[in-house]
């Protein structure tokens, strides 16, 4: 099982659109982070978040996470074909000072946007 | 540049070889992973170094994967007797802060078991 669900798993939009990712899991996590990867290269990252109910804006991308600090939503507004491609959430579970940082990724949102 | 590289970009080897990936982390960063994405998934945890002592590894790492980071500066990833089902990217990151991740990846190491 996945310690951390993306959804949806593709979406395919209109430029001008909107939509949201959706990042769930029932572990806490001290922080989470969301990437943008293009094919054939390593995950960028786009923003972290650490604090429950926390909303940080990027242009035109919305993230929240959860007042629980179980889940995050990314939202994109009026999308644009240059934001195509794989978003990822990545999650560091909250386990008391043994914070190690690694990472639990989600499954990833491959995302299209046509012109 | 002074973010995470990796070397090479891509590898094609013969099933049963050995093939050995480098990762240079950010300077300043004391805490670097390595990472193995599949097509179509998300990136999974293999292993964890703070400066050179490795700390933490994954049922993933079996034992013909070995990692180290010698000087805790650069870190270096072997696979011994390579199988088809090691095709993957490899990914390196580095990160600084003990709290609060940021982790920073390289654009990975593409692996081709032929």
């Known amino acids: 099982t996945q310690l951390l669900e993306q959804s949806p798993q593709f979406l395919s939009i209109q430029e001008g659109e909107n939509l949201t990712v959706y990042c769930n899991s029932s572990?806490?996590?001290?922080?989470l982070q969301w990437y943008r990867q293009e094919p054939g290269e390593g995950p960028v990252l786009l923003v972290t978040?650490?604090?429950?109910?926390e909303v940080k804006k990027l242009k035109r991308l919305t993230f929240q996470f959860g007042d629980a600090r179980k889940d995050s939503s990314l939202h994109i507004t009026a999308a644009q074909p240059g934001d195509t491609g794989l978003y990822l959430c990545?999650?560091?579970?909250?386990?008391?000072?043994?914070?190690?940082?690694?990472?639990?990724f989600g499954q990833g949102t491959t995302l299209q946007v046509k012109p | 540049d002074t973010g995470v590289s990796q070397d090479p970009r891509h590898k094609i080897t013969k099933r049963g070889q050995n093939v050995t990936f480098r990762c240079d982390p950010i300077s300043e960063h004391n805490r670097l992973y390595w990472y193995r994405q599949t097509l179509g998934q998300g990136p999974e945890f293999l292993t964890y170094f703070q400066n050179e002592a490795q700390l933490e590894k994954s049922r993933l790492l079996s034992d013909r994967f070995s990692a180290e980071r010698p000087k805790g500066s650069f870190s270096t990833l072997e696979i011994q007797r390579t199988e088809q089902g090691d095709s993957a990217m490899y990914l390196c990151?580095?990160?600084?802060?003990?709290?609060?991740?940021?982790?920073?990846f390289g654009q990975g190491t593409r692996l081709t078991v032929v």
């Open positions: 990545a999650g560091s579970l909250a386990r008391g000072s043994s914070n190690t940082g690694k990472l639990i």
């Open positions: 978040v650490v604090t429950g109910g």
């Open positions: 572990s806490v996590f001290s922080s």
């Open positions: 990151a580095s990160s600084s802060s003990p709290r609060t991740v940021q982790a920073f």
